[in-house]
Every structure is written in C-alpha cells, then in structure tokens.
C-alpha cells in the first residue's frame, strides 16, 4: 500500500508497521526475561515477608497466650499456696495460743497449790505459837485464880493440850463473856 488517495489512513505504512513490530517483540522479550523475573521474585519476597510475619504475629500471639496461661496458673498456685499458709499459721498460731493456756493453767494451778501449802504451814505455824502462847496465859490466868504457881512445864503443857483438844473436838463450847454476864 502506498501514500496514494486510495490508501487507508489508519493503517501506518509496511515498514513503520514491520519495525513497530520488531521492537515491541525486542522490548516484550527485554522485559519478560529481565524485568518480570524481578518483578515477581520481589512480589514472591514481599508475600512471604507479610505471610512471616503474620506466622510470627500468631505464633508470638501463641506464645503470649501460653505464656499468660502459665503465669494464671503460677498466680493461681501462689495464691492457693499463700492460702495454705495463712491457714497453717492460724492453726499454728491457735497451737501456740492453746498452749500457752495450757501453761498459764498450770502455773496457776502450782502457783495456787504453793500458796496453799504456805497458808497450811503460817496456820500450823500459827496454831503452834498460838497454843504456847495460849497455855503461858492460861497457866498465868489459872495460877492467879488458884493461888498457887504452876510453873511444872510438862504439867502445863498437858493441861494446855487437853483443854484444846476438848475444844476442837466439842466436848467444851466456849463461852463468851460479856457485859451480860457480870450482872447475873
């Protein structure tokens, strides 16, 4: 076809076309065995890239989960362990509070006893001095009414005993004397 009038203005001329052709297939084939290779190597590191890292997302989000398991559970036997020890303590302590009763009793109670014992033995203390003294002034009182001396110590003391245990015993009530008395 030519530049003539009859020629179809659309189409370009034979060796325009021919050459547009040459370079498209030389540019095609440039870009196919170059650019491409490229191009999808870095779009199949990019995929991979975004897919690794949502695989580690996951697996450190895994990893996170398991390990906020672990320490619920770690918390969890550190509470029911503290627990445990509150109330090993609370029994420890009540122990130690019974006890310590157990020991303030019996103190007491020894304590009670040994004040016993002393009070038995000032009384018997008591009781001994006081029959002394009692049969020295009855001896006195006797001798002043009788008129005569009773000084013989074993004589004395076997008056004194006898009357004393006339009177524990009850064979002899004791009188008292009062203002009533000297009137009659």
């Known amino acids: 076809m030519g530049a003539g009038e009859n020629a179809i203005p659309i189409l370009p001329y ?8 040459i370079a498209f297939a030389i540019l095609f084939f440039f870009v ?6 490229n ?14 890292g949502m695989e580690r997302a996951e697996k450190a989000e895994a990893e996170a989960a398991a390990a906020k398991r672990k320490y619920e559970e770690q918390l969890g036997d550190a509470r029911a362990e503290a627990a445990h020890i509150r109330e090993k303590a609370k029994e420890q302590g009540a122990q130690i509070i019974a006890e310590m009763r157990e020991q303030a009793g019996v103190e007491a109670a020894r304590i009670t006893e040994t004040a016993h014992k002393q009070v038995e033995a000032e009384r018997q203390q008591a009781m001994v001095q006081l029959r002394g003294e009692v049969g020295q002034i009855s001896t006195a009182l006797a001798s002043k009414i009788v008129g005569e001396s009773l000084d013989d110590e074993a004589r004395q003391r076997s008056i004194v005993d006898r009357f004393l245990a006339d009177l524990d015993s009850g064979a002899i009530a004791p009188e008292k004397a009062g203002a009533g008395d000297e009137a009659r």
């Open 14 to 21: 034979v060796p325009e076309l021919i050459f547009g052709l």
């Open 32 to 37: 196919r065995s170059k650019i491409v290779p």
């Open 39 to 52: 191009l999808e190597k870095a779009y199949a590191d990019r995929t991979s890239a975004i897919e690794g």
